[in-house]
């Protein structure tokens, strides 16, 4: 907090108080940090409120999207960097289970949720080149925990 907030009660520190430090960080070029520290605040207060302190929390009028907004990022791997990944891979110490998903999903380049919410075995087995549909979910076993592919439909 800033110098003149430190020796304040916390029911003295008004959400315009606590915009204000978010703005300042942010100018500063860290919009997940002054998004952090309002989470901070709001636990702090939280946990006060908790404890039987009568106080206003102030994160609570200061909403995260009122601080910053991100863009999510797209980012894609070339053909050529695939290659290279793929290649690696198999010199790298790991389960074999581990080092399928990870082809699976170089292949595939869709996300495990993706890949459990299709629930389209066929359609998996033709990603991966398998002939039988057992060999698929022999495969996907480990990948998706719980979720069993005998489940899906065929």
């Excluded at 039987?52 to 990022?73: L, M, R």
Aim: charged letters at 25%.
């Amino acid at each position: 907090m800033p110098r003149h907030t430190k020796n304040r009660l916390l029911h003295e520190i008004t959400p315009d108080d606590l915009r204000a430090l978010c703005e300042k960080i942010v100018d500063r070029g860290a919009p997940a940090t002054a998004i952090h520290v309002r989470d901070i605040v709001k636990q702090i207060c939280g946990f006060a409120i908790l404890h039987g302190e009568k106080v206003a929390n102030p994160a609570d009028e200061v909403g995260p999207a009122s601080i910053a907004t991100f863009v999510p990022k797209d980012r894609s791997l070339s053909p050529s960097k695939i290659r290279v990944l793929l290649k690696q891979l198999e010199h790298v110490a790991t389960l074999p289970t581990i080092r399928l998903g990870i082809r699976l999903f170089l292949m595939t380049m869709a996300r495990k949720s993706e890949l459990q919410a299709t629930h389209d075995i066929r359609k998996v087995a033709l990603w991966l080149g398998h002939t039988s549909l057992q060999s698929t979910e022999a495969y996907l076993r480990p990948i998706c925990g719980p979720t069993s592919p005998r489940n899906w439909r065929r």
